[in-house]
Nanobody
Framework: QVHLEESGGGLVQAGDSLRLTCAAS????????MGWFRQAPGNEREFVSA???????????HYADSVKGRFTISRDNAKNTVSLQMNSLKPEDTAVYYC????WGSGSDEPEDYDYWGQGTQVTVSS
């Protein structure tokens, strides 16, 4: 069992940065691939970024095309956290952001592959 709690959301202007953090409680955090997803009003939940359970060569990470080059995912297995650094934010990044955990996952972009979800944190980017 893993409990996930996101923090770091807020209201910012276009071009600003935010850093989201997901804190996990429970054992064996390093055994979970961690993903970030987001959901805007009226839209389906969409993939943002993921990092695998077992680091792959060259620190493999996975990003949606819409955030590639602006967002960076990282994890700290000693602190049981995964972070999403979001730079050059755009109004279209406005959404509730969720972190998710997938036991022994490889960093899937499919929500149904994830076993545990946080409650989400709101990110609002004004133009």
């Amino acid at each position: 069992q893993v409990h996930l709690e996101e923090s770091g959301g807020g209201l910012v202007q276009a071009g600003d940065s935010l850093r989201l953090t997901c804190a996990a409680s429970g054992q064996a955090f390093s055994a979970y691939a961690m993903g970030w997803f987001r959901q805007a009003p009226g839209n389906e939940r969409e993939f943002v970024s993921a990092i695998p359970a077992i680091p792959k060569p060259d620190d493999w990470t996975h990003y949606a095309d819409s955030v590639k080059g602006r967002f960076t995912i990282s994890r700290d297995n000693a602190k049981n956290t995964v972070s999403l650094q979001m730079n050059s934010l755009k109004p279209e990044d406005t959404a509730v952001y969720y972190c998710a955990a997938d036991l022994w996952g490889s960093g899937s972009d499919e929500p149904e592959d994830y076993d545990y979800w946080g409650q989400g944190t709101q990110v609002t980017v004004s133009s």
